[in-house]
């Protein structure tokens, strides 16, 4: 059974900096997509950035793009989301969410299978 454990959520003030980090235990398949969605109240979940092992390829959100940085320890089953320039519209309920098995870059939620619980980011002005 795959499981997803995020941390680094937080409160900060605009400009800021956060980093989260989710770590994922019971995979058995070296072919993943992992990504960080957030999901504010009363909106859609949505992808904030994605990656693929099977190449290291990536994706960001143009709202997020130059502010925010995915990276992936294949090694480790790990994946990290760098947000600098916090701004209050960031402020969210960050998931990670891990596809299994991947065979190319997912962006949506249906690409993926597997959710974290979630960790909250609070950005004030």
């Known amino acids: 059974q795959v499981q997803l454990v995020e941390s680094g959520g937080g409160s900060v003030q605009a400009g800021g900096s956060l980093r989260l980090s989710c770590a994922a235990s019971?995979?058995?398949?070296?072919?993943?997509?992992m990504a960080w969605f957030r999901q504010a109240p009363g909106q859609e979940r949505k992808a904030v950035a994605t990656v693929y092992s099977g190449d290291g390829s990536t994706y960001h959100a143009d709202s997020v793009k130059a502010r925010f940085s995915i990276s992936q320890v294949s090694s480790e089953n790990a994946v990290y989301l760098q947000m600098n320039s916090l701004k209050p519209e960031d402020t969210a309920m960050y998931y990670c969410?891990?596809?299994?098995?991947?065979?190319?870059?997912?962006?949506?939620?249906?690409?993926?299978?597997?959710w974290g619980q979630g960790t909250q980011v609070t950005v004030s002005s």
């Open positions: 019971g995979v058995t398949d070296s072919s993943i997509c």
């Open positions: 969410a891990a596809a299994l098995p991947c065979y190319a870059l997912g962006t949506i939620r249906a690409d993926y299978n597997y």
